[in-house]
C-alpha cells in the first residue's frame, strides 16, 4: 500500500494550500479529526493559559487594579468554561478519536460523517462563545464575556443579575459543543462494542479503550443532563420561565442538582483518559505488562457507576439534610477506592521493571506524583465538616488544579510525546522534553501549591482582589511567581511540537517497543489503517508477536 | 481591639474547635498514605531504573490475588473510619435545632454587603435593623438565619464556624459561640457578582454588657439634629432615601441602614475605614472606593457633599 501511495505522489503534481485545507475540512477521517481535535483544544489551551495568566497579574498584590471586578470575573468564567469544555474535552476526545480504531484493530469509526459533524459542532460552539466578547453587549450595553462562573449558578444567571447576553452565549456556546460530545461518545460506544479485531475480546482491550467506553458511557448520561438544564436557563432568561427563579417560586439549588449531576461525571471524563494513557505508557516503558488488568477494568466501570452518585459533594454548604451530606460523604469516599487500586497498580506495574525514563515516562511519573495530591485534598474535601471551611477556598482551586493539571495536563504531555511519532512518523526532541517536564513541574507546583495555603488562610476563590493583612500576599505573590515559569515550560513542548515536525528522527512503527496494535502498522498510519485487519491473541498481541516462546496467550 | 486571624487553624468557637482537631485527624491520616504512596514511586524510580548492563525483558508479573485484595480492603477501612468520623462531627456541627440559650439573628446577604435583624420582642418595632457589622455577647452562643435578598451568598469567618450559603427562598442556619473578646474577619465564600470581594464580614465581640449597651443604643431613634437640615432635604430629595433606610426618615431597604451609621468602623462592607473624609469621598464617587458597586455618583456639588455629610455625621 505505501508503494501505491508513493506511485500516485510521483506522478500528481503536489497539491496546493487551498486543496490541502479543503481536504481537512472534508475529512471524515478519524485520524484527521483526532489531530483536528487536538490541535484546537491546545489553541483553546494556550487561550485559557493567557486568561488565567491575566488572574494571577491581578491577583500579584493586594488591591491591584489591573483588571476591573467584572473584568476579572469575565476572565475565570471564560478560564474555567473553556478549560472543561473546549480544551480538556476535545482534545481526550481528539486523543480517543485518533487511537480507539488504531488500538481496537478497525478501519475507522464506526460513523465516520456523524464523527466530522460532532467536531465542527464542538469547532462553532467554542467560536460561538468566544464570540460574546464582540455579542454579549446586546441591546443592554450591559455584557461582554459571560462573567457568572463556569457552573454559573442561578439566580446569577437570571435576567435579573446578568444583563445582556453573554449568559445566553454561555448557554448556546456549550450547548452546542455538548451536542458535539454526545455524538462522539455515541461513535466511540458503537466502535468499541462492535468494530474490534478478530480475537480482541473485551477483556484483551487495551485499557485506553476500556476508560474510552467508560468515558462513553458517562457522556451520554451526563451531558443531557446539562443540556436539558441549560434549555432551561434558556427559557428562565427569553420567554419568562422560573425553573431557578426564587422569587417567583423557582428553585436555585434544582440547578445546583442537575449542573453538578452533569459536572461531577465530567471530572471523571477529563480523568479517566488520562488515567488510560498512563495505563499504556507505565507498563511499557517499565517493560513489564500491566499490573491487575482485571481489577483495573473492574476499577474503571467501578467509578463510572460511582461518579453518578457523588454530585452533592459540591453542595455540602448549600444547606442540605445533615443525612443527605453524610451520604454523599460516603459515595465521595467510596470513589477514592478504585482511584487507589489504580494508583496502586501502575505502582506494581513499575515495581520490578527496568524503566526506562524518557520524556513519556517522566510525564506519567509526575503525573503519579502529583495526582496523589490531588486525590487526597479531595479526601479531605469529602469530610463535610472541613469542607465547611474549605469550600469555595483558594484550597479548593488547589485540589482541583491538581487533579486538573497534574493529572489530566501532564498525562496530556505524556500522550503527546508518546504517540507524536506515530501521528507524525517522527520523533519529538528528548532533550527539550526532559527540560520541559522539570520546568512543568516546578513551574505547577509554586502556582498550585501556595493556594492550599491561602485557602486555609480564609481567602475565597472567585475574588478580584483581596485585602492586606490577612496573611494572603506571600502565597499570592508565589503562585504569581510560577507563571512564567510554566509559560516557558508550555512554550517548550509547543515549540518542541513544531520543531519535530520537520526536523525529528524518523520514528519507524514502532519506537518505544510497545505492545498494542497501533504500533504494527506505518508511522503516519495510512488512510485505512492497515493493510490486512490484524487478529488479537492478548491484551498484548504485539508481545506475542515479539516473544513467540512466552506469549500473553499463555497466561489468560 | 485585638484582631482574631481569620485562619481555620486559629479558632475561637466550638464549631470550628471541633472541625480543627477533626482536621489535623484527617490531615494527618492523609499525610501518611502520602508518604506511603510517594515513598513508594521515588523507591521504584530509583530502584527499577534501568541499568546499561541489564538485558531483555524484566519478569513479566500479570498480578496478584492477595496483594490486591489488600489494597482494596485497607483503603475501604480507612474510609470507612474517615466516614465516622464525619458522621460524628456532622452531627455537632450541622444542628437543625438552636443551641441552648441561643440568641438569634437574622443574617440577609445583598449585592454586596451585609444585613443583620437582632429580634427581641422587648424592643420597639421588635427588632434592630443594622448593617455589616455584627455585634455578639462573648460566650454566648449565637443561631444565625441566614437569607438571601437576591442571588447566593455565603457567610464565612472561619475562626468562628465553617461557612454556610446564603440561597434565596431557603433558608439555613449556622451557630458559633465567639469565646474571645474581639474582631473576627471574614468575607462572603460564594461568587455573587461584581463585588464578591468587596463583601468582608466583621464580628465584633464584647462582654455582655458592653453588648446590651450598645444594642440599645441602636434601637434608639435617629438622631435629628437641626443644624444639618440642609443635608438632610438633599437626602430625602436625592436618590439616597429611596435605597436606605433612617428609622423615622426613610424606608429604603435595597441598601444598608443608616440610622447609627456613625457607630460603625468601616464602610463600603468593610473596605474602607469610617471616616469623615472617607465618608464623603465614598458619597462622591462611591466606584472609586468599590468599583462596579451598586450605588451610583450622584454628581453632588462640593457644598451639597459637604451639607450631606455633615447630616450622615450626626447619625451616631
New interface residues.
Partial sequence: MTSLHANTSAHASPPGVMERLHGWAITVDHKRLGVMYILAGLIFFVIGGLEATMMRIQLLKPLNDVL???GF?QMFTMHGTTMVFLVGMPVLLGFGNYLVPLMVGARDMAFPRLNAFGFWLFVFGGLLLYFSWIGGDGLYGAGGAP?V?WFA?S??TSK??SRGNSTDYWILGIMVSGFGSMTTAINFAATILCMRCPGMTLMRMPLLVWMMLVVAALVIMAIPVLTAAQAMLLLDRTLGAHFFD??Q?G???LWQHLFWFFGHPEVYILILPPFGFVSEIVPVF????I?????MVAATVGIGFISLGVWAHHMF???LP?WL??LF??ST??I??PT??K???W??T????????QTPMLFC?GF??MF??GG??G??L????????????YFVVGHFHYVLFGGTVFAIFAAIFYWYPKVTGRMMNERMGVWAFWILLLGFNLVFLPMHFSG???M????????PG??FELWNLISTIGVPVQIVGVALVVWNMIRSYTKGAIAGNDPWDAWTLEWSTTSPPPEHNFDRIPTCTSARPLWDVK?PN?P?CN?E | MPVI?????DTASP??H??ES??WL??GI?AG??VV??G??VY??VK????KA?QG????????NP??LA??VV??LI??T??L???R???D??R?EPPEGAMEVVAIGH?WWWEYRYLDPSLPGGQVVIANELHVPVNKPVWLR?ESA???H?W?V?AL?????L????T??LWFVAEKQGLY??????????????M?LRVVATPQEQFDAWLASQAAPAVDDQSVALGKSIFMELACSTCHAVQGVSDGAFAPDLTHLMSRDTIASG?VPLTRDNLRAWLDDPQSLK??CNMPSLKLSDSELDAVTDYLCTLK
Wanted: proline fraction near 7%.
Fill in positions: 476591573t471586578p467584572q470575573n462573567d462562573g449558578y439566580p446569577l435579573t443579575f426564587p422569587q417560586q428553585s436555585a439549588i517499565s517493560r513489564k505488562v499490573f491487575g488488568y482485571a481489577l454548604v448549600v444547606g445533615p451530606n453524610a460523604a460516603a469516599f467510596l477514592s477506592v487507589g487500586i494508583i496502586f497498580n505502582l506494581g513499575m515495581w520490578g521493571g527496568r524503566i526506562r525514563f511519573a503519579l506524583g496523589v495530591i487526597l485534598t479526601i479531605m469529602a469530610v463535610v465538616p472541613f469542607t465547611h471551611q474549605l469550600s469555595d477556598s486555609m488562610l480564609g475565597p476563590r472567585r475574588i478580584y482582589t483581596y485585602q490577612r496573611g516473544n512466552d500473553d497466561y | 486571624n481569620p485562619a481555620i487553624f464549631p470550628a471541633q472541625i477533626m482536621a484527617v490531615m492523609c498514605i502520602f504512596v510517594e513508594i514511586l521504584s524510580i527499577f531504573r534501568r541499568r541489564e525483558e524484566p519478569v513479566q508479573l500479570y498480578g496478584s496483594i490486591e489494597w482494596t483503603p475501604l474510609v470507612f474517615l466516614g468520623v464525619t458522621i462531627v456532622i452531627r456541627v450541622e437543625t449585592q441566614l437576591d442571588v447566593i455565603s464565612w472561619p464556624s465553617g461557612k454556610i450559603d440561597v434565596p427562598n431557603h439555613n442556619h474577619l471574614g468575607q462572603c465564600a460564594e461568587y455573587c457578582g461584581n463585588q464578591h470581594a468587596g468582608l473596605m468599583p462596579q
